[in-house]
């Protein structure tokens, strides 16, 4: 056999010498690299939730002009589904389709994957209880369990608290003395533990172990024919001859990709045990041996969760509670106060087929030279450096230095002419391999002037313009290739800036100037939200939620989120939309210190920030790398783990992005470029104390609370509530010059409308304390956290109100039900917030911060939480809303407080004098228009009309205006605030003050006759509503139980005046309904505002 390949590949040789094509190279591999713009994918419409989906989930570029391709499918095929898969698994309950659309990110020369996640899977418990149940990969096993009907919505009541045996198996409680081991040895091998406060009493362990499993055939298949386009008909045929006698001869090998699992898994085929899964946040490829499998029979796949498998911490930190996620009482085995809840097969599983080369990461790496302190950037050049690996069985390696071999790499881009080299030039020495697989980098690199490409601009900023890389890796000999693998990238500079830019910047360290960013040479106010998980169970996960989240960010004027270190790494439609709609992200690795998810110095935590960086580095939204959150410096014998351990590893994987040590922090004084906080290859060392400056800071935070009712999160301090109505104005020294500072976190904690919370509790629960019939024992266990036994639904749902309402409506009766009581109670909860955090933003946007970013965006459960959005993470559940409804700060960010351009007023902190203003232009065009203050009496009389014009440069520029009001008003007159420019474009749309708590306030009418005229149905899904009042109405609130969300809400209204909102919807319409399609919207319809619930 050896010799039959060495004579076909000599008759090989002798055809390609004549062909000027092959000519160039005769060592086998052919991987090409294509380079085009993504023009396509910009979108300005709702179908652009389709293209970000459908972008998410190809592989290949509809540009290209590939070889026709096959299905992925090809050559495989499955056991028929079993009868309890195809049917209906319980009342009301179909089979759920794949929500989760994450692309492979392993592909092989043989070109066949066989997607496991995508047909039947069953799941079972080992001691034989539960059998034969219906599974879902993607999914989760609580979401698998209820769709079977064997539990209740988790979310529904004290679901995930009462049936917690059925998952977790018989009750197990920790022995005395069991703790966590997040510690670190010295060199006598002491281990020294870390952080014991975060203990948890009465845990209890898991037990129960339960399997998934599927089974498949692996069937003898053709290999995708080689493309003969490039060769002329006379040799041809000798090729054809080739290839198939070389195909003859070749081995069929197979691995087995799981792309992530949570928690730890044991997986086995046929029988045989081939590895353990211990890291949520890293994907494992097994080499699957001929000898374990069936080739012409089936196989058989199984994936056992075992609870006594260690994790070491490496899965989600807020999987089993956080003070906006249910609280569970199990914790891992390994650590008796390490939480945990469900568990599954989140991410796409699959087997690849290869011949003797698989593709395990294409990275483009995008980096500017030149100074990116300037705008617009002139002189400099982008250099884009594409890293492909690849890996090859070791019994396979010597072909890697095979001159006989039949083949070629090349790049191809339309900057260039064809850039071929061969395997000999692919890098072994800088790669990392296993004891199967030699892994190999092959790199290409490109110098493009700045003026020759578009530029990626943040949302606001300027357009998201994208190219396009394609990667197909061929064999000719073999007639084999892999599918064309796409990745997107943006060309645009990054820089943190914390020295004052003047010509005296050191070339290392940060500085104590402050903290922002420049993106293309253009300094940047961020504003936005930090991101948590949309759901503790991944089979809840959807695309289109998330698709819908970043959109609803957009829609309040956002241009950042931060990724938070405690939760995931989001699934790839979240950051593709990032990318295409323009939000930049600052991005933790997954490390918190509490509840023991810290990082270790270990192999496979250096393995996961590899691949978490590798894998996400194309995405141009991403413009930080931080290593943790809230993390101290934990001291090991080496040093501090993160800038000695963690970034170091980040540094080497992406040297074209600032890193940062933790959030909040004060950054280095070594191993950072001063200029724009790149990393330099030096150590890293942090500043030290008397050098550094709160350049980055956490708050404020306002935690719910109560004297009377006590829950898992929240204790009341006795401390003085400052509800910030109205604000208080300072002046400070504003602009680029001057000391500034970041806020990456600050929030105050709210619960969600009626239309989400109802309907995940029973109606004796319907209102903020709950069944107070029920007893309940809470005691506290650290910082926020109480631990909480009884039956009273509201103790589970993390932060109680109480204070938030009392300060803003006076003390209520908090502990009535039932539907009108719990309807006030949480209007009045989300105003309580909207204020509270209007007022906050409106003193940061006074002071001189250039990062506002909201603890959070988005809820995880129906709960009291932080989020500026409600739970939603698919179409599906009862009471939801894809993406989440938004509350009602959300629309005031929208109107005006996240604008560019931004007026508001409040009293001076020096003498409490009202009426004292400010207009900011944070944008980054020069602004001239009116700030146009109209005075009104709740009773709808109109007291003045004022006027004032400015003159504002770009980039943080203040002015400041008083407005002309009698004192003895304060109480009955509230300020409706508009900017206009000079072309009377609206700049800032409705902003309100008042000069005082709801509670406080004088003459607004109790029944201002607020009233819904007619609701129009639009044709296109959307309906028109045009409300109408006879008096002021302030706080105007429409809810619906229908998927979409409104254009405005949270707003005020005039005396005798009208206002058209369109309500957007986010389900397909549907023509078989017909007339009754605006019915069914207006029975869902609901509208409340501020004066009916003072009267209730």
């Known amino acids: 056999m050896k010799g039959e390949k060495t004579t076909t590949t000599a008759v090989f040789a002798a055809a390609a010498a004549a062909v000027c094509r092959l000519i160039l190279a005769v060592c086998g591999i052919t991987i090409l690299v294509v380079i085009g713009a993504a023009d396509k994918f910009l979108f300005v419409s709702s179908s652009a939730v389709e293209s970000i989906l459908s972008d998410a989930t190809s592989t290949v570029h509809d540009d290209i002009k590939l070889d026709s391709e096959r299905s992925a499918m090809d050559g495989v095929s499955f056991p028929p589904a079993s009868d309890a898969a195809a049917i209906d698994v319980g009342p009301g309950r179909t089979k759920r389709r794949r929500m989760l659309k994450d692309a492979p ?15 039947a899977w069953t799941l079972r418990s080992d001691d034989g209880v539960y059998q034969n149940i219906p599974a879902h990969v993607p999914g989760d096993i609580l979401t698998d369990l209820q769709m079977a009907s064997i539990i209740n919505d988790p979310f529904y009541d004290n679901n995930f608290l009462d049936e917690r045996h059925v998952w977790m ?40 172990t339960w399997i998934y499993q599927t089974s498949f055939f692996l069937q003898n298949h053709k290999v995708k024919p080689a493309s003969f386009h490039d060769i002329d008909d006379e040799h041809s045929s000798i090729l054809r001859q080739t290839i198939r006698k070389i195909k003859e001869a070749s081995q069929v090998q197979h691995l087995l990709v799981i792309e992530g699992i949570k928690m730890g898994a044991s997986v086995a085929i046929n029988g045989f045990t081939i590895g353990n899964v211990t890291n949520q946040f890293l994907r494992r490829i097994f080499p699957l041996p001929q000898s374990i499998l069936n080739l012409e029979h089936e196989n058989f796949l199984a994936v056992s969760f075992d609870p006594e498998i260690d994790t070491h911490g490496r899965f989600m930190a807020c999987s089993g509670g956080w003070d906006w996620a249910p ?21 796409p599983i699959y087997i690849v087929q290869i011949n003797k080369v698989v593709i395990v990461h294409v990275i483009p790496k995008v980096r500017f030279v030149g100074n990116p302190l300037i705008h617009p950037l002139l002189g400099g050049k982008f250099q884009l450096d594409v890293h492909v690996h690849l890996q090859v069985a070791k019994d396979n390696s010597h072909f890697l230095r095979s001159s006989s071999y039949c083949g070629e790499v090349v790049l191809r881009t339309p900057i260039m002419k064809d850039q071929i080299k061969t395997l000999q030039d692919c890098n072994i020495g800088n790669s990392s391999s296993s004891d199967i697989f030699l892994e190999c980098v092959i790199t290409w690199r490109m110098d493009i002037l700045s003026t020759d490409v578009e530029l990626w601009w943040p949302h606001g900023s300027g357009d998201q313009k994208l190219y396009t890389i394609a990667v197909m890796y061929r064999d000719i000999c073999q007639g084999s290739s892999s599918k064309w693998i796409k990745r997107h990238i943006g060309f645009r500079s990054i820089a943190l800036v914390t020295h004052k830019e003047d010509h ?48 609803s960010a957009i829609a309040a004027n956002m241009n950042m989120l931060r990724v938070w270190g405690g939760g995931m790494i989001m699934p790839q439609s979240f950051y593709n939309a990032c990318d295409r709609l323009g939000v930049m992200l600052y991005h933790d690795l997954m490390f918190v210190e509490e509840q023991y998810h810290a990082a270790e110095e270990t192999n496979d935590v250096e393995d996961e920030i590899r691949f978490i960086i590798r894998t996400l580095l194309p995405h141009p939204s991403i413009i930080l790398w931080n290593s943790c959150n809230e993390c101290s410096r934990s001291q090991n014998i080496t040093g501090d783990i993160y800038s000695q351990f963690i970034l170091p590893i980040v540094a080497q994987e992406d040297d074209t992005r600032p890193i940062w040590g933790s959030s909040p922090s004060s950054g280095f004084a070594t191993g950072v470029f001063g200029q724009d906080g790149l990393p330099n290859g030096n150590k890293l060392d942090y500043l030290t104390e008397t050098n550094m400056n709160l350049i980055e800071v956490h708050g404020p935070y306002n935690h719910g609370a109560s004297k009377s009712f006590s829950a898992v999160n929240g204790h009341f301090n006795g401390s003085i509530y400052k509800t910030q109505t109205p604000f208080q104005l300072s002046r400070h020294q504003i602009g680029l010059s001057y000391t500034n500072q970041f806020v990456s976190e600050f929030g105050a904690s709210v619960f969600s409308t009626f239309e989400s919370m109802h309907i995940s509790m029973s109606r004796k629960s319907w209102g903020l304390h709950g069944d107070t019939r029920e007893t309940s024992n809470c005691t506290a266990v650290y910082g926020n956290a109480n631990e909480c036994f009884g039956n009273n639904v509201l103790v589970q749902r993390n932060y109680p109100c109480d204070n938030h309402i009392e300060a803003y409506f006076a003390k209520v009766n908090l502990n009535m039900t039932g539907e009108e009581a719990f309807r006030a109670q949480l209007f009045q909860c989300m105003i309580s917030q909207m204020l509270w955090m209007k007022g906050t933003i409106e003193t940061l946007r006074s002071q001189n911060s250039y990062g506002t970013l909201i603890w959070q965006l988005n809820d995880n459960w129906p709960t009291g939480s932080w989020g500026l959005v409600e739970y939603g993470s698919c179409e599906n559940e009862k009471g939801q809303v894809l993406g989440g409804r938004s509350k009602p700060l959300m629309y005031l960010l929208k109107r005006s407080i996240f604008r560019d351009v931004f007026a508001t007023c409040g009293v001076s902190s020096s003498d409490e004098d009202i009426g004292r203003c400010f207009i900011r232009n944070s944008g980054n065009d020069k602004f001239s228009g009116f700030a146009i203050a109209t005075i009104w009496f709740f009773t709808g009389e109109f007291y003045s009309r004022q006027s004032f014009h400015f003159v504002l440069e770009p980039h943080d520029s203040i002015a400041y205006f008083k407005l002309e009001l009698n004192i003895e008003f304060q109480n009955s007159t509230f300020v409706l605030l508009h900017v206009v420019d000079d072309q009377h474009m609206e700049r800032m749309g409705q902003h309100v003050v008042i000069w005082n708590t709801p509670r406080n306030l004088y003459g607004l009418p109790k029944d201002p006759g607020l009233a819904i005229l007619s609701v129009v149905d639009l ?34 209204m005039l005396s005798g005046s009208t206002k058209r909102i369109v309500f957007m919807s986010t389900a397909k319409p549907s023509h078989s309904i017909g007339s009754n399609t605006t019915d069914l919207f207006s029975k869902t319809l609901r509208i409340e505002h501020l004066a009916y619930h003072l009267s209730h």
């Not at 990110?105 to 047909?119: C, G, M, P």
């Not at 045009?1026 to 809400?1049: H, R």
């Open 504 to 551: 005296n910047i050191p070339n290392e360290g940060t500085g104590t100037h402050g903290m922002y960013f420049r993106i293309n040479g253009r300094a940047l106010w961020v504003r936005g939200a930090n991101v948590v998980p949309m759901s503790q169970l991944e089979g809840r996960l959807t695309d289109k939620g998330h698709v819908a989240l970043v959109r």
């Open 1019 to 1052: 044709d296109n899904g959307n309906f028109e509503i045009l409300l109408g009042t006879d008096k002021v109405a302030f706080f105007i609130y429409l809810a619906s139980s229908m998927q979409g969300t409104f254009e405005d809400n949270a707003f005020c």
């Open 327 to 347: 609280y569970s009482m199990a914790a891992e085995a390994s650590c008796s106060s390490r939480r945990v809840l469900s568990f599954g097969i989140f991410k």
């Open 169 to 208: 198996g018989d009750k197990k409680i920790f022995s005395n003395g069991t703790s966590c081991y997040n510690s670190y040895s010295d060199e006598n091998g002491t281990l020294f533990f870390l952080k014991e406060e975060y203990r948890i009493p009465h845990l209890e362990r898991r037990t129960r």
């Open 105 to 119: 990110s392993v592909f092989s020369d043989a070109y066949n994957s066989y997607r496991l996640d995508t047909h």
